[in-house]
């Protein structure tokens, strides 16, 4: 027998509504930007039209408590590390109790899970590419560009989140353009809003924002993400800011083996009363709103709901030039792009923003129109509907 973690309606209730069915793959229901927008994408989707599962590779987390609909069952199938042939087996055996009219499997970790999909006879199978992953930061990896070209005769579209990822998909792995849909994401400003140049007080931060200049990033603190990179800059920004109106002070957010290594770093420079580091937090929003500058140093990105949920928040960001970054800031205009692994360029941006107050608000102004006139989750939601409904015509056909 198997045995899953499962929340919501029994099975009979679901096969007998007539909405569609969409089960969405992944590998985790947990903290990130992949799963932040199926959570997005759920609770704003009509009710009356769709109805939703999600299977976890892995395991489900308290971030499903974001999920606003109640009828959401998540199932957790607890895959072992390695190949796990058993999950296949159990994926199989789910698709065919559920009978969903779409499986939408995400990134590289749940897209194996097509065969089964196929094989259980889902008539619309669409895959999401969300990012680059940890062992193939650039997409350089033959073993992976292998099984993709492999897989995508299952695959009836694919969903790249960025111009990068879109020309992966279509000169690496050989995707024919018509089975392309890039879909970028949407913020929910409902959550994520501010007034460039306006901040509040972090709640349990010890640093009183009319006092000082504060920096910051979000996310998980993983090589990827390369927060080391920005402490190097902010020590180098430190030693250099005799000229500042207000002293700056480093705010990192977030859980992994990069916060220990990024406080022993602060410490060796006996910098560590200068910065905040709270570990992960539920109140990203309002971490944000209490922000001067937002910063990801990232090494790879697909498209950053962090960058769009810092603009959405009246923020200027400076984001190194990887994946679909320099496709969400207008450098100049909107924010500041600079190389990856590059402190001393990321010293300067920070110090282009700390000595200019004008400079900053004008950034945020033009980032936070940005955002109304090209990211808005409506927008994001509007077109998953569109592709979703176009798939299941032409496999109806």
């Not at 089960?23 to 927008?37: A, D, F, K, P, S």
């Not at 299977?55 to 489900?60: A, G, H, R, T, V």
């Not at 709901?305 to 450098?331: C, F, K, Q, R, Y």
């Not at 569109?386 to 109806?396: D, F, G």
Request: some cysteine; overall charge neutral; glycine content about 8%.
């Amino acid at each position: 027998m198997l045995h899953y973690a499962i929340q919501g309606k029994s099975d009979q209730d679901m096969s007998t509504t007539s909405r569609k069915l969409i089960v969405h793959v992944i590998y985790r229901l947990g903290v990130g930007g992949l799963e932040n927008g199926l959570v997005n994408l759920i609770n704003t989707m009509p009710a009356n039209r769709y109805r939703h599962v999600i299977i976890c590779l892995k395991d489900s987390t308290d971030f499903q408590s974001r999920i606003k609909h109640e009828d959401v069952e998540i199932f957790s199938l607890h895959r072992k590390e390695g190949k796990d042939w058993r999950v296949f087996f159990k994926i199989y055996r789910l698709f065919r109790q559920l009978q969903p009219d779409i499986v939408h499997t995400r990134n590289l970790a749940a897209i194996e899970c097509q065969i089964p999909a196929y094989l259980a006879g889902v008539k619309c199978r669409v895959h999401g590419e969300h990012g680059w992953d940890v062992y193939d930061p650039d997409g350089s990896n033959k073993k992976y560009q292998w099984l993709r070209r492999i897989l995508k005769q299952f695959i009836h579209c694919f969903i790249p989140l960025s111009h990068e990822l879109e020309d992966y998909l279509r000169n690496r792995v050989y995707v024919s353009e018509s089975k392309i849909s890039r879909i970028c994401n949407g913020v929910d400003t409902t959550k994520f809003y501010g007034v460039p140049g306006e901040k509040k007080r972090i709640d349990g931060c010890p640093f009183n924002p009319s006092d000082y200049l504060l920096i910051g990033t979000v996310g998980r603190m993983h090589g990827v993400k390369d927060q080391l990179n920005l402490v190097n800059a902010f020590l180098r920004v430190v030693k250099q800011n005799d000229q500042w109106h207000k002293s700056p002070r480093l705010i990192l957010v977030g859980e992994g083996p990069l916060r220990e290594e990024s406080i022993d770093l602060l410490k060796s420079e006996n910098a560590e009363q200068l910065a905040w580091l709270p570990g992960a937090r539920e109140d990203i929003a309002d971490v944000l709103r209490g922000l001067d500058i937002f910063v990801l140093p990232s090494l790879a990105e697909g498209i950053s709901n962090t960058i769009l949920e810092a603009m959405a928040s009246g923020l200027p960001v400076i984001a190194t030039n990887v994946g679909g970054n320099a496709h969400l800031i207008d450098n100049g205009t909107t924010g500041l792009i600079v190389p990856k692994q590059n402190s001393i360029a990321l010293a300067s941006a920070i110090e282009t923003y700390g000595q200019d107050y004008g400079l900053r608000v004008e950034h945020a102004t033009k980032g936070l129109q940005r955002i109304k006139d090209n990211f808005s989750l409506d927008n994001m939601v509007a077109e998953y509907i569109s592709m979703y409904e176009r798939v299941c015509l032409q496999q109806s056909q």
